[in-house]
């Protein structure tokens, strides 16, 4: 079966880096995207990958490796309001989004 | 540009009552997807239409869910006899075209069955 799976919880401290793990097993692939959801609110799209390597983007970078079926979502120079929740999802070849369930970011001063 | 909109934004119900949620995505967008987001889980795909056409309602539970998207515009999800398992945030979301990189999320509806 299809699965995207992610930490449940990651604590880091301000002004240092936090690095979220996804690994994923899909029916093909076209692409993976980031999204940030805060308590009580929406998923906010990140970022997108789809070719293998490190995807600079300044506060958030991203990471895929398609034969090892990962990525990870660095955050760098942390502060206080990145406290949220991380989201993983994979698009498969049908066009289907799979989430994971996402990693918890807390951020301590 | 307006986001997308979704109404209610809470419901409480007793099992076995129905409930109707509606959302209203970005205009010019043609795919239009529901979420079922258990709390402390992330969205979980029931169903997803390219204009108004259903693409994969595969993980829909037909036997009490249904969805339609009627023009290809606006789309409703109705729950017949809602269970209390079905408590979670109903979100939908929107793209430009099937295959984009990016879903637009509407604010979600947060039901409750007692």
């Known amino acids: 079966g299809q699965g995207v799976e992610q930490p449940d919880n990651l604590m880091s401290v301000e002004g240092t880096f936090a690095r979220v793990n996804c690994t994923y097993s899909?029916?093909?692939?076209?692409?993976l995207s980031w999204y940030q959801q805060r308590e009580g609110h929406a998923p906010v799209f990140l970022s997108y990958?789809?070719?293998?390597g490190l995807k600079d983007s300044g506060h958030f970078s991203t990471f895929l490796s398609r034969s090892n079926g990962y990525s990870y979502l660095l955050l760098t120079e942390l502060q206080i309001k990145d406290s949220a929740s991380y989201l993983c999802?994979?698009?498969?070849?049908?066009?289907?989004?799979?989430f994971g369930s996402g990693t918890r970011l807390l951020v301590s001063p | 540009e307006a986001g997308v909109t979704q109404s209610p934004r809470y419901a409480v119900l007793q099992e076995g009552q129905a409930v109707s949620f509606w959302c209203d995505p970005i205009s010019g967008h043609d795919t239009l997807y529901w979420y079922q987001q258990p709390r402390d889980q992330g969205p979980q795909l029931l169903v997803y239409?390219?204009?108004?056409?259903?693409?994969?309602n595969s993980q829909l539970p037909s036997d009490r869910f249904s969805a339609v998207r009627p023009k290809g515009t606006n789309s409703t999800l109705k729950i017949q006899s809602a269970k209390q398992g079905d408590t979670a945030t109903y979100l939908c979301?929107?793209?430009?075209?099937?295959?984009?990189?990016?879903?637009?999320f509407g604010p979600g509806t947060r039901l409750t069955v007692l």
């Open positions: 899909t029916s093909g692939f076209n692409g």
């Open positions: 990958v789809v070719l293998d």
């Open positions: 979301a929107s793209s430009f075209e099937l295959g984009e990189r990016e879903q637009y």
């Open positions: 999802a994979v698009r498969d070849g049908g066009y289907k989004v799979v």
């Open positions: 239409f390219r204009d108004e056409a259903v693409i994969d």
